[in-house]
């Protein structure tokens, strides 16, 4: 007996959906199957698409400043139920409630910066660019835009994209995970609640078949998509082919880069945080330490020693630190790399795989594992782990630390713990990443700034939110005008017009 079952948002209704294909939506905790998900056929998505579509021209016409101010109201509902989206996200994906009220804290603050899109928008204008010619330029939406979003941020990814694409007077429709459906959900009654109207935004649940229709139905403009390379490439590559613009955000492998004049011990309080926390499933988590000099060994006394003090349980404990991973597939791949690690021949200092967490025997709980002697040829040194593995690499240079960051395939984050000034600088400027961590482990940009990586952690043009999000969810117009009296005609010029 389940205890309920999800479908979708759409045209302002939330319907069951109409195919016959569920998924089960677990506790990782407890193990538990705790409500089933319909998963989204092609008449589903067309029929979100079609709401989108017809609700589209009306919006777009609406006054930027009206749009704001719904924006504003879903910005205090979100304060509202800033618990309950908590609570859903924990019960999910298995992070701690505190994580996961960060999230939505960070999501909301996307929310505050698209209250502001009329002053963002605002065009360009010149008077008298020839005589009696004027130019103006304005930023008009693209029309129905979609998302698809990954399970490990339910609330703050798709709050990257939907405000920013609803300010700018785009028509939505989003994808969220089939293994963190609900507190996405939540965000399409709460829009509602804001005085959105209807077919505005839109929610699909469900997997490839749906993501399928996104990419070729000619009506979607635009896709932002968030998730694992693999998958980013293959959204990139068919929704541009299609004739879509599109930003996809992919993995990554993020090295902190410890400085042998770093403070050892705000080092460690860093990568402590930064790998184990949430589980190690977030894009921006830190995999890789890279010792600079002779510090490894008195870090990894020192993580050895933090590491035991890390509090782990399921997510409704305010005081966990950390708990399960997402699922039971993903629990087995983590720890198939922790063994492939050991047969790489890394060191595996600290040991979580025995790891049964009391009461929840049933639950994905996976402990903290560290490994040291990790080699630039090993898979798990290479690939995405995605779990609360840290490797550290021993560099023996500051330019051998920052060549292994510029040589590998991902470039989302990086960090570089240091106390000179020079150091820092050289690094800020040479390093390959998109986003760059100054004695600060995840460097998340705030939300007038923008978020994305480079190399194989993003395929597009835009970073997500702030002015680039706003310049991917617009596009330009620039209008060059006259007005010359009646009796001026002057006759039909052949040659490029110039301006005199
Ligand atoms: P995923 O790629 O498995 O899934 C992401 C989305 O794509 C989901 O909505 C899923 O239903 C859909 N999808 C999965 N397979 C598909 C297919 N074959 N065709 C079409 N759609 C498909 O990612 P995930 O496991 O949900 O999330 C974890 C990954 O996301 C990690 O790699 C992590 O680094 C990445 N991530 C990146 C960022 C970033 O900002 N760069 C942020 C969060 C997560």
Known sequence: MYIKTIGHYIN????????????????????????????????????????????????????????????????????????????????????????????????????????????????DYNDQVGTGIDTYSMRQPLGVVAGITPFNFPIMVPLWMIPMALATGNTFVLKPSEKTPSASLMIADLLAQAGLPAGVFNLVNGDKEAVDVLLQDKRIQAISFVGSTPIAEHIYSTGSKNGKRVQALGG?????????????????????????????????????????????????????????????????????????????????????????????????????????????????????????????????????????????????????ALQLVNDHEFGNGVAIFTRDGEIAREFTQRVQAGMVGVNVAIPVPIAFHSFGGWKRSLFGDHHIYGSEGMRFYTRLKTTTSRWPAGNKAAGAEFVMPTMK
């Open 12 to 123: 302002g209704q939330h319907t069951s959906g109409t195919g016959s294909r569920y998924s089960q939506v677990f506790n990782p905790a407890t193990g538990q199957v705790q409500a089933q998900l319909n998963n989204a056929n092609a008449v589903d998505v067309e029929a979100a698409i079609s709401a989108a579509q017809a609700a589209f021209a009306e919006w777009s016409a609406t006054p930027a400043l009206r749009r704001s101010r719904i924006m504003f109201k879903f910005k205090a509902l979100l304060d509202e139920h800033a618990d309950d989206l908590a609570k859903a996200i924990s019960l999910e994906h298995g992070k701690t409630i505190s994580d996961a009220r960060g999230e939505v804290t960070r999501g909301i603050e996307v929310v505050e910066f698209a209250c502001g899109m009329p002053q963002l928008m605002k065009g």
């Open 252 to 400: 990554a492998k993020n090295h902190l880069i410890v400085m042998p004049d770093a403070d050892l011990d705000q080092v460690a309080d860093a990568l402590i945080g930064a790998a184990f926390g949430s589980a190690g499933e977030r894009c921006m988590a830190i995999s890789v330490a890279v010792t600079v000099g002779n510090v490894a060994d008195a870090l990894i006394a020192k993580l050895s020693e933090k590491v035991q003090s890390i509090t782990i349980d399921q997510g409704l404990n305010e005081q966990a630190d950390m708990g399960p991973l997402v699922s039971a597939e993903h629990y087995a791949k983590v720890k198939a790399y922790v063994d492939l690690g050991v047969a790489e021949g890394a060191t595996l200092v600290i040991d979580g795989r025995a790891y049964q967490h009391q009461g929840y025997e049933q639950g994905y709980f996976l402990a903290p594992c560290l490994f040291d002697h990790v080699k630039k040829n090993m898979r798990i040194y290479q690939e995405e782990i995605f779990g609360p593995v840290l490797s550290v690499v021993r560099a023996t240079s500051f330019e051998e």
